[in-house]
T-cell receptor, first 118, second 110 residues
Framework: GAVVSQHPSWVICKSGTSVKIECRSLDFQATTMFWYRQFPKQSLMLMATSNEGSKATYEQGVEKDKFLINHASLTLSTLTVTSAHPEDSSFYIC??????????????FGPGTRLLVL | QKEVEQDPGPLSVPEGAIVSLNCTYSNSAFQYFMWYRQYSRKGPELLMYTYSSGNKEDGRFTAQVDKSSKYISLFIRDSQPSDSATYLCAMLGMWYKLSFGAGTTVTVRA
């Protein structure tokens, strides 16, 4: 089946640095990708919708200047957490819908990236 | 009011028991209803996927959808310790956006 990969799987960084997380669709094209954040013992919260060739759409309360999204190709979206702070420590997951909604899955999820900001 | 409500539990049952999970939702536009299982520090994996009212079975799992009541359920029969995980309901809205419930943490005791 279709696969979505994320890199890195986990990252530790100092407060104030920027971290880039990549999300790739490995054997299908994804004009749209979604970025979620999940804090411990909480559900996945949609942060933004990444659109190939256009600006991302951010959910209410998500700072677009803090979480930069670039969807430069049909198989790659990147999320950059700028000037990361300890409160940004979380589990970041991307997903992409299948090319056809009749497929068994409605979303293909990446394995997630765990970010720890010291 | 959240679009999707799910009791976060935790829920603890003995091995072999039936696990019953449910969610309610408020958005009538939701057409697809999913249950995901998530182990600690892993991405969610799809368990069940349905788009109509009624029951759907897959092995030990049964998903129920009642669109008139805006209520969905997941039942796990003959539960095993390996079923211990967090179970999230999710609903697909416009533009492929998923709305998740809070997730219910389930522990099956051996």
């Amino acid at each position: 089946g279709a696969v979505v990969s994320q890199h890195p799987s986990w990252v530790i960084c100092k407060s104030g640095t920027s971290v880039k997380i990549e999300c790739r669709s490995l054997d299908f094209q994804a004009t749209t990708m979604f970025w979620y954040r999940q804090f411990p013992k909480q559900s996945l919260m949609l942060m933004a919708t990444s659109n190939e060739g256009s600006k991302a759409t951010y959910e209410q309360g998500v700072e677009k200047d803090k979480f930069l999204i670039n969807h430069a190709s049909l198989t790659l979206s990147t999320l950059t957490v700028t000037s990361a702070h300890p409160e940004d420590s979380s589990f970041y997951i991307c997903s992409a819908p299948p090319e056809s909604i009749t497929a068994k899955e409605t979303q293909y999820f990446g394995p997630g990236t765990r970010l720890l900001v010291l | 009011q959240k679009e999707v409500e799910q009791d976060p539990g935790p829920l603890s049952v003995p091995e072999g028991a039936i696990v019953s999970l449910n969610c309610t939702y408020s958005n009538s536009a939701f057409q697809y209803f999913m249950w995901y299982r998530q182990y600690s520090r892993k991405g969610p994996e799809l368990l069940m996927y349905t788009y109509s009212s009624g029951n759907k079975e897959d092995g030990r799992f049964t998903a129920q959808v009642d669109k008139s009541s805006k209520y969905i359920s997941l039942f796990i029969r003959d539960s095993q310790p390996s079923d211990s995980a967090t179970y999230l309901c999710a609903m697909l809205g416009m533009w492929y956006k998923l709305s998740f419930g809070a997730g219910t943490t389930v522990t099956v005791r051996a």
